[in-house]
């Protein structure tokens, strides 16, 4: 007997529970699959993001934000405490409160729109049939008018790096030690190996980052890039760019890494070590041949700007398709996608979604980096200014970093922005405000901001474009 929807979404990450409350909001008639199971095999909803992924690394890095804040910070505030403990436990387990706190919370707002929940693991069949294979093994057939695809990433391996979740671990690993690492090697020095490299360097590791390019992250605008290089050498962040792992050896508890940079061959002993060279697309076992969806190369399902497969009335959303891997940018897909299968014309636009790293301080970006308008030969001004200059951020005491903003010469529209510094996602979530509504930098000059503040340091940046910030010597004038 076969049950049928109008959608079936499988996978309950941020892209899929979100596409699932959207469409039951709208009226449909919604199932969603999720293969992911606690240690009493119910089901646990949320996907990497809220399990293994976002919110378990932010509540680290806020936590272990706070105890360098204690141990280095507070003492030129006037304010002496005696030397911190870390309780790497009580860590751990407020960690996992807020996890379960937020995974509870998803599984409840799919009961209160009506989501039917289905555990298993789920498979496309042609006609948009769907099998679900629960854990015990026995199956059962859906059929539905719309399916989408939200099966997610999981990390990538390297044969010289084979995790063991013992020594070698990938992020999910990385989130779980169970004391502070006195040496730690991570390879790649991408958003995680920065994001948690951070985390356990402030508890007392010492953090060396093995990156096989020759520059530090390279997508992000070069500038803003070599600013925040600057500041993670301050922080005792070892990054070791152009350097190519090529083995590991487990003895003695600890980990020894060869590497080659340059002509040199070298090797360094960790306690532990993370892999962190990025993710890959969860596509092996989510389709049949005869489903009509189809993938690239490397496993992302082909989609159009609307997140419509090659297969009609399937979808695919989130980190299985083309895009950053990242949750808001799943999430807003799923929104889409509901809206679309009830015939609303809602479109996403990829040009303005931002990126964030939670180091501190956060490097966040939205729009073109400036080496992309170079080499699209597109004209743009420039203008920058630094939170040293802010007088919020010398308050208190976050005076590393710069906002930086591009705009087209002809036409005075932003084209991106860029922050390295205190607050910089949600700085840039303004300039993502902005731009969604065609803002030109101009605009930006001539809004209030409040004083004091660190948003002040967004529009001197707008001001800078044209040459005319106020707390600063401009090199143009205007
Ligand atoms: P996922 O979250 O991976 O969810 C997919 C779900 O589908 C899973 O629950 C899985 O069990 C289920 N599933 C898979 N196959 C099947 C099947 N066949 N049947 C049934 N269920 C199935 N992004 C940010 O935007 N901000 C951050 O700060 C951030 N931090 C991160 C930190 C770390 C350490 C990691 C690893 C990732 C981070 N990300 C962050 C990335 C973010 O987690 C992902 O982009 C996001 O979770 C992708 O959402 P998704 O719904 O596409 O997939
Ligand atoms: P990444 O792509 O950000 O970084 C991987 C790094 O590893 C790159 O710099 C790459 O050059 C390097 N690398 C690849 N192979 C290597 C090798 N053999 N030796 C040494 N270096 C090597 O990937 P990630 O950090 O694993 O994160 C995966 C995804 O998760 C990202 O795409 C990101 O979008 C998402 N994520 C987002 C956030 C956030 O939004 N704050 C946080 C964590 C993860």
Redesign the pocket.
């Known amino acids: 007997m076969s049950n049928i929807y109008d959608v079936v979404v499988i996978g309950s990450g941020p892209a899929g529970y979100v596409c699932a409350i959207r469409a039951a909001q709208l009226g449909q008639k919604v199932a969603i699959i999720e293969l992911w199971a606690d240690d009493k095999q119910k089901p646990v909803f949320g996907g990497?993001c809220l399990n293994v992924?976002?919110i378990p690394?932010?509540a680290l890095l806020d936590s272990s934000h706070k105890f360098v804040e204690a141990k280095d910070h507070f003492a030129v505030h006037g304010i002496n405490v005696e030397v911190p403990g870390i309780d790497v436990a009580a860590m751990m387990a407020r960690k996992t409160q807020i996890v379960g706190q937020l995974t509870q919370g998803v599984a409840g707002l799919l009961k209160h729109n009506g989501v039917e929940v289905i555990q298993g693991r789920g498979m496309l069949h042609a006609n948009r049939k769907v099998e679900v294979t629960a854990l015990d093994g026995s199956t059962q057939q859906l059929e539905a008018h719309n399916v989408v695809l939200a099966a997610g990433?999981e990390?990538?391996n390297?044969p010289?790096?084979p995790v063991d979740n013992d020594l070698i671990v990938d992020?999910t690993g990385a989130l779980e030690f169970s004391e502070v690492p006195a040496r730690l090697g991570v390879?790649?020095?991408?958003?995680?190996?920065?994001?948690?490299g951070s985390v356990w360097g402030r508890l007392g590791s010492e953090v060396v980052l093995?990156?096989?390019?020759d520059s530090?992250?390279?997508?992000m605008d070069q500038q803003i890039a070599k600013e925040s290089q600057k500041i993670f050498k301050k922080q005792k962040l070892d990054i070791r760019l152009g350097?190519?792992?090529t083995g590991t050896e487990v003895k003695d508890g600890k980990v020894e890494v060869t590497?080659a940079q340059g002509d040199e061959t070298l090797t360094e002993v960790f306690d532990k070590l993370i892999v962190?060279?990025?993710?890959r697309p969860r596509t092996n076992d989510l389709f049949a041949s005869d489903s009509g969806v189809t993938t690239d190369e490397r496993g992302f399902v082909y989609v159009n700007d609307y997140c419509a497969t090659e297969a009609p009335g399937v979808w695919a959303i989130g980190?299985i398709v083309r895009g950053?891997?990242?949750?808001h940018k799943g999430s807003e897909e799923g929104v889409m996608v509901a809206e679309r299968i009830v015939g609303k014309p809602n479109q996403l636009n990829y040009d303005c979604v931002p990126?964030?790293?939670?180091t501190d301080p956060e490097v966040a970006a939205v729009g073109k980096t400036e080496q992309e308008l170079k080499s699209e030969g597109v004209e743009y001004k420039s203008g920058t200014f630094p939170f040293a200059a802010i007088g919020r951020a010398l308050a208190s005491g976050n005076t590393d970093g710069m906002v930086k903003i591009l705009a087209d010469k002809k036409t005075d529209r932003i084209l991106g922005a860029h922050c390295v510094g205190p607050s910089a996602a949600d700085l840039v979530q303004q300039m993502v405000i902005a731009m969604e509504f065609g803002s030109s930098a101009e605009d930006i000059q001539l809004m209030v901001f409040g004083h004091p503040t660190l948003s002040e340091a967004v529009h001197e940046a707008a001001l800078a474009v044209d040459g005319h910030a106020i707390h600063m010597a401009n090199r143009k004038k205007r």
Do not use: H, N, Q, W
């Not at 962190?276 to 993710?279: A, I, K, L, N």
């Not at 950053?324 to 949750?327: D, E, I, R, V, Y």
């Open positions: 990497t992924g976002c690394s932010k990433s990390p990538i390297i010289p790096a992020s390879i790649g020095a991408g958003v995680i190996g920065l994001e948690l093995l990156e096989a390019l530090f992250l390279p997508a350097a190519r792992v590497y962190s060279v990025g993710r980190d950053p891997m990242l949750a990126s964030i790293i939670y």
